[in-house]
T-cell receptor, first 111, second 116 residues
Framework: SQQGEEDPQALSIQEGENATMNCSYK?????LQWYRQNSGRGLVHLIL?????REKHSGRLRVTLDTSKKSSSLLITASRAADTASYFC???????????FGKGITLSVRP | EAGVAQSPRYKIIEKRQSVAFWCNPI?????LYWYQQILGQGPKLLIQ????????DSQLPKDRFSAERLKGVDSTLKIQPAKLEDSAVYLC??????????????FGSGTQLSVL
């Protein structure tokens, strides 16, 4: 079963705009991770935020985590055409630290 | 640093045939994962190894799927016999995770399987 659900399913923006993607989950987590997948390739890790953290930055990426609402958001600022990809949130929950992925968000950045 | 290596890149077989995928994780990574990704969906964990022991195989269809990780390094995933619904990308990933502190996963490029 998939724990994380991303929203929206698809997002199309103009280059230079900001992109915001949301992820909701159902059970308590140890940490939450965001990954990017370019077409026909494997997933690439973007950022990990632990359950006791509320916000994290990495370059043009900003991730927030609200454990009371069981939700996270990924913000990509000043988007580029190269940011076009699918984005997945993944939650780590339970004793075995099993990483469970959502269905993903397709981001298209128009030049 | 070499990444996670997977082969083959593509495989086309007929239903009821068998197929095997190979993965070589990043050197020193204790944990190895096999994920199945059906088109339009997120990756689903099939099996997780820590060194050469199985940590989680709860979603592995054991009547047709098998996996092994000899000597705690590379791994093979086998499907026998294949069904149409096995058409997917099979992703291998590895991490330094020792179970006490979860770290990020490094993924290979995957094997795209088409079952006709």
């Amino acid at each position: 079963s998939q724990q994380g659900e991303e929203d929206p399913q698809a997002l199309s923006i103009q280059e230079g705009e900001n992109a915001t993607m949301n992820c909701s989950y159902k059970t308590s987590i140890n940490n939450l991770q965001w990954y990017r997948q370019n077409s026909g390739r494997g997933l690439v890790h973007l950022i990990l935020i632990r359950s006791n953290e509320r916000e994290k930055h990495s370059g043009r990426l900003r991730v927030t985590l609200d454990t009371s609402k069981k939700s996270s958001s990924l913000l990509i600022t000043a988007s580029r055409a190269a940011d076009t990809a699918s984005y997945f949130c993944a939650t780590d929950a339970g004793a075995n630290s099993k990483l469970t992925f959502g269905k993903g968000i397709t981001l298209s950045v128009r030049p | 640093e070499a990444g996670v290596a997977q082969s083959p890149r593509y495989k086309i077989i007929e239903k009821r045939q068998s197929v095997a995928f190979w993965c070589n994780p990043i050197s020193g990574h204790a944990t190895l994962y096999w994920y199945q990704q059906i088109l339009g969906q997120g990756p689903k964990l099939l099996i997780q190894f820590q060194n050469n022991g199985v940590v989680d195989d709860s979603q592995l269809p054991k009547d047709r799927f098998s996996a092994e990780r000899l000597k705690g390094v590379d791994s093979t995933l086998k499907i026998q016999p294949a069904k149409l619904e096995d058409s997917a990308v099979y992703l291998c990933a590895s991490s330094t995770n020792t179970g006490r502190r979860y770290e990020k996963l490094f993924f290979g490029s995957g094997t795209q399987l088409s079952v006709l």
